[in-house]
């Protein structure tokens, strides 16, 4: 048989890499996954016309593995992914945002768990979140995602929120565009992993949680999901959605919203510096917490509503 008819290979893993004006990062990202020991990958770098060096970074890698594309993406990142997407050829999908990076055997041992679940339709694990803290110091913490109901993974996902970090998924590629890919719908920017991954339990409940960080997640930069007031605009139009989805005797009152919704719209106010805001918002998440019986939040909640009350007391000592 000629090279000219021989089939091609058959990739395991695509890897999905969105980008813009990271050139300060994404070398990091990109190296991350030339140290993984797993080695049938695909590489699609997505980027969003750039208007600094990242592309010369990109170009500067001898790796066939490592595939460029330029795509104008309108400010809509679930657009580039869904492009990474169109363009993939492997069996799993995997994300790695450009200012993330990932651990050395991040693959290794996700493949080990799909060999133990090869129908699997979803898995993710816990991260370690890079950030700064009020005296601007760099610090570092796991952040634990929770396990996901195995028998309810949709009504979980719904209740209590989303866990599931972007650039610690791998999914399988024939579900992802079973679902259409993210919703490239403006409204929901900045939400639309959550409903992505919404759509996809409600299709197959085989999701898989790795309690071990294999994700270093930034968020010292210009993250995109640090832009709070996106973020509160959107909320509401991600509740009005979801409410929509659900049973018709589900939901249907202030008193039955899930706790995480104004958890999440508490959290935006204080990084905005509303606290008298933040602190109304954290004592609601706080009833509903216990209307629902969700108590994983309430130590949480009792927390940071303690912290926005000092902040708002220093304030108006300060007046």
């Known amino acids: 048989m000629s090279e000219a008819n021989k089939p091609s290979k058959k990739i395991r893993m695509s890897i999905i890499m969105p980008t813009y004006n990271r050139a300060s990062t994404i070398e990091r990202a990109i190296d991350s996954v030339l140290c993984q020991k797993i080695e049938d990958w695909e590489l699609i770098v997505v980027d969003n016309y750039s208007t600094d060096c990242t592309q010369q970074i990109v170009s500067q890698y001898s790796d066939s593995r490592i595939k460029y594309t330029l795509f104008r993406n309108d400010g809509v990142i679930a657009a580039a992914r869904n492009e990474g ?17 990932w651990h050395p055997n991040k693959l290794v041992i996700s493949l080990e768990w799909i060999s133990k679940c090869p129908m699997f339709g979803l898995l993710y694990s816990d991260h370690i979140m890079k950030y700064h803290d009020d005296s601007n110091t760099l610090r570092q913490r796991r952040i634990r995602s929770r396990k996901i109901n195995p ?4 009504n ?9 970090t972007t650039s610690t998924v791998i999914v399988r590629t024939d579900l992802m565009r ?4 993210f919703s490239e719908d403006r409204k929901i920017i900045g939400w639309e992993d959550y409903y992505a991954w919404l759509s996809l339990a409600q299709i197959e409940s085989r999701i898989v949680h790795i309690a071990k960080p294999l994700v270093y997640y930034d968020y010292t930069g210009q993250n995109y999901s640090k832009n709070g007031k996106v973020l509160l605009e959107n909320i509401k139009h991600i509740s009005s959605i979801l409410y929509n989805n ?5 939901l249907v009152t202030n008193d039955c919203r899930p706790p995480w919704i104004l958890y999440q719209k508490a959290l935006v106010y204080a990084e905005e510096c509303n ?6 918002c954290f004592i609601s998440a ?5 209307r629902h019986g969700e108590i994983n939040i309430i130590p949480k909640c009792l927390y940071k509503a303690l912290k926005v009350s000092l902040k708002q007391l220093k304030r108006m000592r300060e007046e």
């Open 85 to 101: 997407i169109k363009q993939s050829i492997g069996e799993y999908l995997a994300f790695l945002d450009s200012d993330d990076w």
């Open 151 to 154: 028998f309810n993974p949709y």
């Open 156 to 164: 979980d996902l719904l209740m209590k929120g989303n866990t599931i």
């Open 178 to 181: 079973k679902i259409g890919g």
């Open 246 to 250: 659900v049973d018709s005797n589900k």
């Open 275 to 280: 606290y008298r805001q933040s602190f109304k």
């Open 286 to 290: 706080l009833y509903l917490a216990f």
